[in-house]
């Protein structure tokens, strides 16, 4: 099959598509999954095409959504939870920190859960409360979970596809601002990479941004704006959230001696700390300024008519820039 | 795997005291006499409320709002819930309880911050007994529990009404709630708005029984009455209330209604149901039938109808100058209210803001 433009929306159906030609045992559940196609559309026409029993409107209840899936599992199946939205994960937090996140370990290794929940997340479409949050913390916190992010069009259709073979339970979160960017996906071309590398998706000298999902886009932007005042910055897609390409990413700060992290989640006891600390552990003599971060504020997250000011920018990114250089 | 449906749309469980076509019937258990002012004032609630949301829907459309969760077709079920709450009875809301807000005496232009986006609420719940919207499907079941516990508890005289949808009947926080207002036998009304839709999915996604069948495998009664029906809802809403009040506990009554409009407005429901539903459910108009109700008893003329139309007017005015008056917070706002007693983290975040923004200052 030759490559074709698709949107991230798109690519992502079009990966589960795959995943539900490929093996049998694979299930989508959700609310609206079905006749609807799911409220971002992301499940469109694949109830119709696999049917009722393999793509399932579930009642509404994500803790049952979860919990069902974890005896699907159990029993053999490869269940793909949606989460509508992301505030809406938490009636299910219990399932997925205690049960789904423990039951290899507690089995001995005996029960795996090749469960897959795709949580669409983070902020900027003018959503109400509860529909623009940034969970992922509390997931790459919790021990058993794999979390990972796609942030394009081809990321999105051989990400979900690799999550939904991974033997292990992950949480793939959708940056769900980012559903409609295009880019050209070639199936035939084969997985570009492993489900858990990050990826330079800029090459730089001087300064590394170590992002994911929907604030990839911003980074790039931002480095883009920096070029034309002469600077030369490095962006690094995490892609995986946890376990992290440590790798890759040190590799890249020991070049650039200046690391900031770019996320959309609170700023306060979050991946993007623990990225931080890391690295001014490995990378300690090499560093020319502390790693800095540029987050959503330690709040709720706010209405959407001041969300912009909630969020990183383009400009807060390059203050940070400036301030890391200035050192 | 089809699922079949096995709830008969109507039937002899369903409480009814005015048929679709406006005439007045009589229920065993369940009845109902007012004044012709009270009847003309219910359907003027009536088409007041219709009004809110047909403003608030254009308001949608002009981009003066961000979102809107229409509440067409369901004003009776409101109205009536609403009327029969009384001053010292406490309402928890979902998203779409517009018209119990109303009847609650809630300004309408209210309600708009949280759609418009420049609050998520922000409303002081014990002003009016009407606590914030609710978005997170079926929290708030157990709210109005704990709350039915502290009037109880404090010997109040109140109830307390939970709105809730036929979706949220599967959720576990609608389920404890059953289990712990029973238990403590809490002076609580689980009210739901049977609008036979959550999003896409049909009530046979939700329940193979009649949802008010439900209560009774929790140890309380359950009834389900014609939502689009005003004056049986406003009768079995106030008999539940009484119940409650007098300490025999919670009763669930299911309002079996129907969602005219799209779940929101970002929702298409062309794409899942049929249009051909909700012209049977045109026939069941919850205004239409009290409007002929009033016309055919002379309790009231065109006059009479002419005078609410212009009241309505007036009111979709007020709605509008009060959402173009509604104007973005300052953005250093977004720490406020975080915490009740401040945060040294905020506090430093704060400023961290405030130098940032300042930094812009003279640079334009
Ligand atoms: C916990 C949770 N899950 C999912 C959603 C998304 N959602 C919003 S409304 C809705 C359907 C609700 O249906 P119902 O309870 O029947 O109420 P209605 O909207 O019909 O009034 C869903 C799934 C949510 N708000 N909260
Ligand atoms: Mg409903």
């Known amino acids: 099959m030759a490559g074709s433009t698709l949107t991230l929306g798109k690519a992502l159906n079009e990966g589960l598509r795959k995943a539900l030609e490929d093996d049998p045992k694979v299930l989508i559940m959700g609310e609206d999954v079905g006749r609807l196609g799911g409220v971002f559309r992301v499940t469109d026409g694949l109830q119709k095409d696999f049917g009722e029993d393999r793509v399932i409107d579930t009642p509404l209840a994500e803790s049952g959504i979860v919990g069902t899936a974890v005896g699907l599992a159990i029993r053999g199946f490869r269940p793909v939870c949606e989460i509508q939205f992301d505030g809406f994960v938490f009636p299910a937090f219990d399932q997925i920190v205690s049960q789904v996140a423990k039951m290899h370990y507690r089995s001995a290794g005996n029960v795996k859960l090749p469960i897959t929940i795709r949580i669409p997340f983070g902020g900027g479409i003018g959503a109400v409360e509860h529909h623009s949050e940034s969970p992922e913390s509390y997931f790459c916190h919790t021990p058993g979970l794999k979390v990972v992010s796609c942030s394009n069009p081809v990321d999105a ?150 969300e912009e000011d909630y969020l990183p920018d383009l400009d807060r990114i390059l203050d940070a820039v400036d301030r890391s250089l200035a050192f | 795997m089809a699922v079949q449906s096995v709830q008969p749309s109507e039937g002899p469980e369903l409480v009814q005291l005015l048929t679709p076509e406006g005439e007045r019937v009589e229920h065993p258990d369940y009845s109902i006499d007012l004044t012709e002012d009270e009847y003309r004032e219910l359907y003027r609630d009536l088409v007041l409320v219709r009004r809110i949301d047909t403003e608030a829907t254009a308001l949608q459309r002009q981009g003066e709002l961000g979102l809107w969760a229409s509440l067409l077709g369901q004003e009776a079920a409101q109205v009536g819930a609403g009327r029969a709450l009384t001053g010292g009875d406490f309402a928890f809301p979902t998203y779409r309880e517009h018209g119990v807000a109303y009847c609650k005496g809630v300004d309408p232009v209210t309600l708009l911050g949280l759609f418009r986006g420049v609050n998520q609420g922000g409303w002081n719940p014990h002003d009016k007994g009407f606590q914030l919207y609710t978005i997170v499907i079926g929290s708030q079941t ?21 709105f809730f949808g036929d979706g949220a009947s599967s959720q576990g926080d609608v389920n404890e709630a059953f289990v712990w207002s029973s238990v403590f036998q809490a002076p609580v009304v689980f009210f739901c708005q049977n609008n036979q839709w959550a999003i896409s999915e049909p009530l046979e996604r939700q329940s193979r029984i009649p949802l008010y069948e439900r209560a009774k495998g929790f140890g309380f009664p359950g009834v389900r009455v014609d939502g689009n029906d005003v004056l049986a809802v406003l009768a079995v809403s106030r008999a539940a209330l009484e119940r409650a009040r007098e300490g025999s506990g919670p009763t669930l009554v299911e309002a079996y209604t129907y969602r005219m409009g799209p779940h929101t407005t970002s929702d298409d429901p062309t794409r899942y149901r049929l249009a051909a539903e909700l012209e049977t459910w045109k026939l069941k108009d919850p205004i239409e039938r009290m409007k002929a109700y009033l016309s055919r008893t002379g309790m009231a003329d065109h006059d009479y109808f002419a005078e609410v139309d212009t009241a309505a007017d007036e009111l979709a005015a007020h709605i509008r100058a009060g959402c173009l008056a509604l104007d973005d917070p300052d953005p250093i706002t977004l720490f406020d209210n975080v915490y009740a007693g401040g945060s040294t983290l905020l506090d430093e975040e704060r400023e961290q803001l405030a130098a940032y923004l300042g930094s812009f200052e003279g640079a334009h």
């Open chain 1, 157 to 306: 259709y051989w990400m979900i596809q690799q999550a939904i073979a991974s033997d292990d339970p992950i949480v793939f979160f959708e940056p769900k601002r980012r559903y409609w960017d295009k880019a050209e996906v070639d199936p035939s071309a084969g997985a570009p990479r492993s489900l858990w590398d990050a990826e330079v998706v800029r090459a730089g000298s001087e300064v590394t941004l170590l992002t994911y999902g929907p604030s990839v886009k911003v980074c790039l932007e931002a480095a883009a704006a920096a070029e034309t005042e002469g600077r030369d910055i490095e962006v690094v897609d995490l892609r995986s959230l946890s376990p992290i390409d440590w790798k890759t990413v040190i590799a890249s700060v020991r070049k650039t001696q200046h690391a900031i992290v770019v996320s959309e989640a609170p700023v306060y006891a979050s991946l993007a700390s623990e990225i931080a600390a890391r690295i001014s552990e490995k990378c300690f003599y090499e560093l020319e300024s502390p790693v800095l971060r540029v987050c959503g504020f330690s709040t709720p997250y706010p209405t959407s008519r001041i």
């Open chain 2, 142 to 162: 157990l709210h109005a529990t704990g709350y039915a516990m502290g009037l109880q508890r404090d010997g109040a005289d109140g109830a307390v009404m939970a």
